[in-house]
C-alpha cells in the first residue's frame, strides 16, 4: 500500500478544514504511454484501496479487469480506517488521536480528495470508473465534478441519493454504537460492542429473508437456544470488530447519509441525472432490500447513456460482491 500526502489544508464541505491528507492507495497494472487505461475502483464503507483483495473474480490477474491490460486504482476513503486521515489520525495540533473529534465528511469531500490523488498520479482521464453500493455513490459524483475525466461507468446496487430507508439504517447503527459504554473514549477500541451490534444490524440489509433461511435455518426442531442464525451474526460482529473501527463507521454512515446529487446544484436529481453524458453501465440485483432495484431503475431512467440489467441473487445487496460470475459476463459484454 502507498500513501500519498498533500501538505496543503483540505476544505471540507461543512466549512471545516483538514490541516492536511493523507491518501492510502494501491496501483496494480502499468499506465500506458497515452495514459488511457486506467480503470478506477471505488470501494463501499467497510473495504479498502486493494479492490482485487475484495472484488475477487472480477479484478486481478486473469479476471475481467486485468493489470494485464489495465492501470487499475484504488484509494481509501477519508474518514476510514485503512491508511488515509480519519479518526484514528493525528491531530497535528493536538499530537493525540483525533478520535470523535474529527469531523464530519460528505461523499463529495471524499471524492475530492480522490481528485487529489489523481492529480499526482498525474493522468486527466480515466477510461472505466467503478463502484458499488457507497463506491457507486463516489462514481456519480465523480462524473458530476470532473465530467471531462470519466469516460465511462460501472455501477452496481447504488443509487443518486440516500434513501429514507438507507438512512434509517444507519441510524439504528449509530444508535447501537452509541449506547455502548465505550463510545467516544479517547481510545482506539472505543464503541467495539456497539460496533459489533452495528454490524449485525447491516447484515440484516446486506442479503434478506431467502438468504438467512436457505443458510442460517436449523434443521433440529428440539433446539430453544444457540441459533445458527444467531451464531452468524455474532461471527459476522466479531469478525469486523477486529478489522474495523467505531468512529470510521459511524463517521461513513453519516458520509453516506448525506449523499443527494443535487444538493447545492441548482436542480431536481432528474436534471443532474440528465447532465450526465457518460456511457454507464448499472446493474442491480433483484433481492436487494438495501439499495432496491427501483433506485437503479430511476437512474438509467434519466441518465441518457446509461443501459440497465438485473441479476438474480440469493445474497441481497452483497451481491455485487459475490456475484462476480453475472457480474463478469455484463460487464465484459457492454465493454
Known sequence: ??????????????????????????TIGTLN???????????????????????????????LIDPQKYFIVGANIIGSCYGSTGPLSI?????VPYYASF?????RDIVAAHILLRKHLGFNSIHLLMGGSMGGYQVLEWAVMEPSVIQ?????????????WGVAVHTAQRLAIEAD???????????????KAARAIGMLTY??????QEKQTD??????????????????????????????????????????????????????????????????????????????????DHMPNAELFAIDSTYGHDGFIIETKQITELLAGWI
Open 1 to 26: 500500500m502507498l500513501v500519498y500526502t498533500h501538505h496543503q489544508p483540505f476544505q471540507l464541505e461543512n466549512g471545516k478544514i483538514l490541516p492536511g491528507l493523507e491518501i492510502a492507495y494501491k
Open 219 to 300: 434443521p433440529d426442531p428440539e433446539k430453544i437456544d444457540d441459533f445458527k442464525a444467531s451464531s452468524y451474526l455474532h461471527y459476522q460482529g466479531d469478525k469486523l470488530v477486529k478489522r474495523f473501527n467505531a468512529y470510521s463507521y459511524w463517521l461513513l454512515t453519516k458520509a453516506m447519509d448525506s449523499h443527494h446529487l443535487a444538493r447545492g446544484r441548482g436542480g431536481d436529481l432528474i436534471e443532474v441525472l440528465k447532465s450526465i453524458q457518460q456511457p454507464t453501465l448499472i446493474i442491480g440485483i433483484n433481492s436487494d432490500i438495501l439499495c432496491p432495484l427501483d433506485e437503479q431503475q430511476f437512474m438509467a
Open 103 to 107: 469531523p464530519t465528511v460528505t461523499i
Open 181 to 195: 459504554q465505550t463510545w467516544q473514549d479517547m481510545q482506539p477500541n472505543a464503541g467495539a460492542s456497539g460496533l
Open 207 to 212: 442479503r434478506n429473508y431467502t438468504t438467512f
Open 152 to 164: 465511462k461507468m460501472f455501477l452496481i446496487a447504488t443509487s443518486p441519493s440516500e434513501s429514507a
Open 33 to 63: 504511454a497515452s495514459k488511457d487505461n486506467v480503470v478506477w475502483i471505488c470501494h463501499a464503507l467497510t473495504a479498502n484501496a486493494d479492490a482485487a483483495d475484495w472484488w475477487k473474480g472480477l479484478v486481478g490477474e486473469g479476471c
Open 91 to 95: 491531530d497535528p495540533q493536538t499530537k
